[in-house]
């Protein structure tokens, strides 16, 4: 299994990002896909998850309204479309998979995901 994050980079606060995940090595469209952040001297904390028909989404609440998660699982990838940027934004953004598929919940823990993606760095100046 291989989860690949890019499309981060330095914005201004109140901009815009769109961060993209690819997936490969595993049957993608059967799992669900999280995004996690870390920032420097924290913890890493969940941002968004969405199932593996791409029904069904959920948001941190630090996020909701201003991200929006997708995916296109004929393209094995997933999308996290960041909107209204703040500094407090700024982390590095991870993407992830959890070890089984068909999972009727949506984790929001990063230790019900086994796979992750390398991590794009988003820095939002103020």
């Known amino acids: 299994v291989q989860l690949q994050a890019f499309g981060g980079g330095l914005v201004q606060a109140g901009g815009s990002l769109r961060l993209s995940c690819a997936a490969s090595g595993y049957t993608f469209s059967r799992y669900v896909v999280g995004w996690f952040r870390q920032a420097p001297g924290k913890e890493r904390e969940f941002v968004a998850a969405i199932s593996w028909t791409g029904g069904s989404t959920y948001y941190a609440d630090s996020v909701k309204g201003r991200f929006t998660i997708s995916r296109d699982n004929a393209k094995n990838t997933v999308a996290l479309q960041m909107n209204s940027l703040k500094p407090e934004d700024t982390a590095v953004y991870f993407c992830?998979?959890?070890?089984?598929?068909?999972?009727?919940?949506?984790?929001?823990?990063?230790?019900?995901?086994?796979?992750w993606g390398q991590g794009t760095l988003v820095t939002v100046s103020s």
């Open positions: 992830s998979a959890p070890p089984r598929p068909w999972l009727v919940d949506l984790p929001t823990e990063s230790r019900d995901y086994d796979y």
